[in-house]
């Protein structure tokens, strides 16, 4: 008979070690960190649908992007930049057309150079002297950036000529150089389709050509590769460049507050009143529309209002704008006038 085999001696057996490796639907290999690999897999279509809804890509467009230097470069931001970027790829920044549109009394303007409807893209395309500045800086840091990586030539070029050619219009395309049979540049006429496809300025916003990587990887000096090379060191070409194209939307972000809100707490202060006296102002232009019993809301001098200090001015403001608005409402329905023109004459009467 055999002999029986307590629950406690059965597990202690020890079983043979076997590598095992859990891969999801997408081919993404699910590591200790289970639980966001399974959540991001499951969210990554949805995702993939809004973004090629938003930015008119096809899904081989959208599989074209550089997302894996993308997600290396984005993770290792602070919070509030990774909000800041994720709203400005997005268009969600409060620049002056969302402003605008949560709230009426803001005007839609660029702060900096005043041109209408200000959308997130302006913030890295504003004409204004200092921006524009920054701008041809910006640029040659990135000349710069591109050389000390040691990028080459033909990349290096196209990418300056891609950003500069974006800054003038919008919608610019690279023109595709021809094939060359001596150094096959077929590679670079990828990239460069893909980026076309993706959009020049998208690479503010990360998304940029995995062919950028391969071309960087193909050109290296003869004797630079490492056998040993993973995927996350050979795009750390690419996650540097897209850190670079992060610094500078923020810093042309910084430079267009500083000229909505000020450089300081007293060119702030200036800011906010010369907003308040324009709101004040506004509010005295309906007295025209009030009864004549609602009128003493507005007996004092708009003189005197104006030189209230900031805290006042914007006490009197919130009370005096609701108060003012009723009023106008209550006049308006009080002079309806539901009789016909015919009821204000006199009918004669036969004989």
């Known amino acids: 008979m055999a002999s029986k085999i307590s629950k406690a001696d059965l597990f202690a057996l020890t079983i043979p070690a076997e590598r095992v ?34 930015n008119k890509w096809t899904a081989s467009t959208y599989s074209s992007i550089h997302w894996s230097a993308f997600y290396r470069s984005f993770k290792k931001r602070k919070l509030t930049s990774q909000l800041r970027l994720q709203k400005f790829s997005n268009g969600w920044l409060p620049v002056g057309r969302i402003r605008h549109r949560i709230n009426p009394d803001f005007p839609d303007s660029c ?32 000349d710069d950036h591109l050389s000390k990586t040691n990028t080459p030539q033909s990349l290096a070029t196209a990418i300056i000529k891609g950003i500069t050619g974006w800054y003038r219009n919008p919608n610019y395309q690279i023109p595709i150089p021809r094939y060359d049979r001596i150094s096959s540049n077929t590679v670079l006429r990828k990239a460069l389709t893909d980026q076309n496809a993706i959009g020049w300025g998208r690479m503010y916003s990360g998304q940029i050509s ?30 540097k460049l897209i850190t670079l194209f992060f610094d500078q939307v923020e810093d042309q972000w910084k430079l267009r507050n500083e000229a909505l809100h000020g450089r300081d707490r007293a060119e702030n202060s200036l800011f906010h009143r010369a907003i308040l006296q324009a709101k004040a ?8 529309n009030l009864r004549a019993l609602d009128r003493p809301i507005l007996s004092q001098p708009l003189t005197t209002i104006l030189d209230l200090p900031n805290i006042s001015l914007e006490a009197w403001i919130s009370q005096t704008e609701v108060t003012l608005l009723r ?22 009467r036969d004989g």
């Open 327 to 348: 009023c106008i409402s209550d006049a308006n329905d009080d002079h309806v006038q539901t009789n016909t023109i015919d009821d204000y004459f006199l009918r004669r």
């Open 111 to 142: 702060p900096s150079c005043w041109g209408r409807n200000e959308t997130s893209d302006h913030i890295m395309r504003c004409r204004d002297h200092r921006r524009a500045e920054l701008h041809y800086s910006q640029l040659d840091d990135l």
């Open 210 to 239: 995995q062919d950028f990587q391969t071309v960087h990887n193909v050109d290296r000096p003869q004797g630079s590769h490492d056998r040993h090379a993973n995927a996350a060191t050979l795009s750390d070409w690419a996650s």
């Open 281 to 288: 102002t506004r509010l005295y232009a309906y007295s025209g």
């Open 21 to 54: 490796t859990l891969r999801i639907s997408n081919a993404a290999a699910v590591s200790g960190t289970f639980t966001t690999a399974i959540t991001t897999a499951h969210r990554l279509p949805s995702l993939q649908l809004h973004q090629c809804t938003r």
